[in-house]
C-alpha cells in the first residue's frame, strides 16, 4: 500500500473538513428560498424558491419584512450583501395590514434534503474512492496527484453549493474558488499527463495566465464577501469567467483531438473528449449559460453536476486500464440513438403539454423533452445488450441466424473436401430454415451437364433449367418461384454451384432476415471451398518441390516451414499462458481462500477440496510445462548453452539416463535462427532417447570452428537398423531434425547397429544464403 506524504495529507484534510462543515451547515439551517426586493419601505418578499422552505409553508407574497431574530432587516447580513433571506431562525413579515411571525425554523423539505446534501455527500464519498483507486494503482507521477486534485477540487465545490445557496459566507467562497480552479487543474493536468506521454500541443503558459485570473476573482469576491459589500456588478463575473474557462478547456481538447487524431494517441483524446462532453454540456448548456443570459436554469445545478461523476470515471479507467473498448463503436451507437429518439421524444413531449391539466412553460416543456430523450437512449443501449447477451438463452437456438453461424464456422473446420462441406450446409439450412427438401447441384456452364450430391427429380432439374441462366447470377443470388427457393454458393466462368429448396414448410415466401442469412453462409461456404481448392494445390506443389531420390525439401521452403511452425508455437504458447493458465492460477487462489475462510466445514469436505486444489496445482505445472516446451521461456536472454542446460535438467528428472554435456570448444555468436534450431534438434534427440534408445549414458557435444558449428549425440541405447534409413527416420520422428538442418544448410550423418547404441553429427556453417525472406 502507498503511504501518504504529509502535504497530500494536509490537502486531503482540508477537503475533507471543509466538506463536514458545509453539510453540518446544510444539516443544521434550512433552506429558506426566500428572494427580498428593496424599495423604499424597506424589504419586500418578493419570490419564493420552490425548493425552499418558505415555499413549502406557504409563506405569502409579496409582504413586508418587518423584522428578522427580532432586529431589523438589514442588520442581518444575507438581505444587506444579496437579497435573499437565509441563515434565520425567526422572521416577521406584514401583508394586508397582519403581522405574521415564523418562530423556530427547523427542517427543509426532502427533495431539499436529496439534492444538497445527501446527494452531494455520496458524490464525495464516490470521489474519495476513486482518488484511493488512482492512488493505489497509478505509478507515482505528478499528472496522477493533480488528478485526484481535481477529483477532489469538483466534488468539494459540488457539496459547497449546499452552503452557498445559504448565503453562508465560507461556503460562498469556496463555491465560486473552487469551480473556477477545477478547469484550470484539469488543463494543467493534460500539459502534465501527456509531456509524460511525450506529446504537446500547447504552451503552459497557459494555464499560468488562467490560474493567475482564477486566484485573483477568487481573491477579489472573498474581500467582498470579508467586508461585507457584495456589489452588484461583481455578480455575474464568476459565472462569465467560468464560461470562457470552459470554452478554453474544450478548445485545447478538441485542438489535441484533432492533430493526434490518427496516430496511436488518438484514441485517448478520444476518451477524454467524450468524457468532458458528457460530464461538462449538461452543466454548460443547460444551467450556465440560461443562467448567465436569460437568468433562468433548465435544470438545477445538483443535477447538472451529477454528471461530473463521467469525468473521473473517465480519466480513471484511462490511466488503470491498458486496453481500451472501441470508443468510435460506442459513440456511433449512441450518436445513432441519439437521432432515433429525436421524433418519439418530440411526438411524446407534444402530446404530454396537450394533455396536461395546466399551461407548461417552455423551459417546462424543455426538461420534459430532455428527460424522455435520454430514458429513450438509455432504453435502445440497454435493449441492444440485452439482445446480445440473452437472445440464445430466450429464443430457440434452432431458429437464431447467429447460433447457426457460429455451428456453421465451426463445422467448415472440421470438412477436408467441398462435398461434405455443401451436406453440413445443407443439414443447417433445412434445421434452421425448416424447409421441405434440400438439393445441392452444380451445372456445367457450357455443356449441358449436371452434377448431383444426391438424386434429384427430373421435373425439377427441368424447373431449374427455365428459370436459371448461369450469367446472370453471382455468389449469393436468391432466386424464387413457384416450386421453391435457391441460392448460390458457387459461380465461375465454367460452373454454377446452387443449393435448391423445396419451399418452407409454412408455404411462406422467405423473409427479409432469411435472406440475408442464406446469402451470408453462401459467401462463407464460398470462401471455404475456395481456401479448399488452394491449400489443394498447394499441397500439389510442395509435393512436386520435394525431391525424390533425397526425400528433402528446397533449403529456403524447409526454413520457411519450420519459422511458420515456430510462430504457431510461440502464439500458441502465449494464448495458453494469457487465457488458460490465468483461468487455473484464478481458480487455484479462490480455492485456496475457500478453504481458508470456511474453517468451520467438516473435515470430509476440506479433505476433497484440498484434493482438488492439488489437481489443480498439478494442471499449471504442467500447463506451464507445456507452454515452455512450447517456447523456450527466457531463451533469447539466456543465451544457447544456458537454455540446453535447462532443458537436458528437465529430461533427466523425467528419464532413467544420465546426459553429460560439453561445450568447451563453442563461442560462436548466433543468431535466433540457429539458436533455436540446435535447441529444437537436441529436444527431439532427448526425446527420441527417452522414448526408443533404452540407454543408460547420453553425450552431447556442441562445437564450432571458423566456419562450422558442429553438435554430436551419442547414446549407449539399443541402436537400429540402418538397412531401412527412410522407414526408421518417418517412424522415430527423425525427419524433422533432417529438415531443419537442411533448412540451415547442413549435413548429418548417423552411426549406429542394433545394440551398439546411437549416434549423430550435425554440421552447418554460420551463415545461410537467404534464397527467400522468411
Known sequence: MKKIKIQQLIILSFFIVSSGYLIMVAASNPYLGIDLEENAQGYTVAGLNKDGWAAQNNIPFPARLISVEGQSPDKHFTVAMFNELEMADSFTIERAGKTISYQNIESSSPLHWALYIILPSVFFLAILAISYLVHQRVPRRFSAHQLI??????????ISNSGAIRDDLYGIFLNTALFLIAPVILIHFLYNYFKELSVSWFSKSLYYVLYFISIFVSVLESYFLITHTYPDYFNPVPGWLLLGLYIILFYVVYRGLYIHFSNENGTVFKYMSVGMTVAFFPYIVLYLLPALIIHKKIIPLEVAAVFLIALPITFMYLITRERLIDINFVMSRLRYYFFLSIVPSVIITVLFTLFAPYSLSIITCLQIYLIVHLLLIAFLSVKEVLDFKL????FAARYS?????????KNMKDQSNAVDLMKALRDEIRNVLDVKDIYIYSKHNKRN?????????NHILDHLEEQIDPYSFDIGTIVETEEGFGVVVGFSLEKLTMLWCRGKKDFTNLNRDEKTYLQTISHNANIAIENMNLIEDLVKELKRLRNDQTQKYPTW????????????????SIDLHDTVLQEQLYLYRRMDELINRHQSLSEPIISELMIYKESLLDSIHLIRETCNELRPAFIEELGLVQSLKNLIQQYQLRSNFTVYFTNMNFDADLDQERILAIYRVVQELLANAMKHSNAKIVNLSLSNDENNVQLVYSDNGIGMDLSFHRDIFSHIGLSGIEQRVNGLNGNLKIN??????????????????KEVEV
Not at 437472445?391 to 430466450?394: E, K
Not at 441466424?401 to 464456422?409: A, F, K, L, V
Not at 521452403?557 to 500458441?572: G, H, M, V, Y
Not at 549406429?752 to 544464403?769: K, L, N
Open 149 to 158: 486534485l481535481y477529483f477532489l477540487t469538483i466534488a468539494t465545490g459540488y
Open 391 to 394: 437472445q440464445r438463452f430466450l
Open 401 to 409: 441466424y447467429q447460433e447457426s453461424m457460429h455451428r456453421i464456422s
Open 449 to 457: 451437364m449436371y452434377c448431383v450430391y444426391d438424386r434429384i427429380p
Open 557 to 572: 521452403l524447409s526454413r520457411l516451414l519450420f519459422t511458420i511452425a515456430e510462430n504457431q508455437r510461440k502464439q500458441l
Open 752 to 769: 549406429t547397429a542394433p545394440g551398439d547404441g546411437f549416434t549423430m553429427t550435425i554440421e552447418f556453417p554460420y551463415s545461410v544464403s
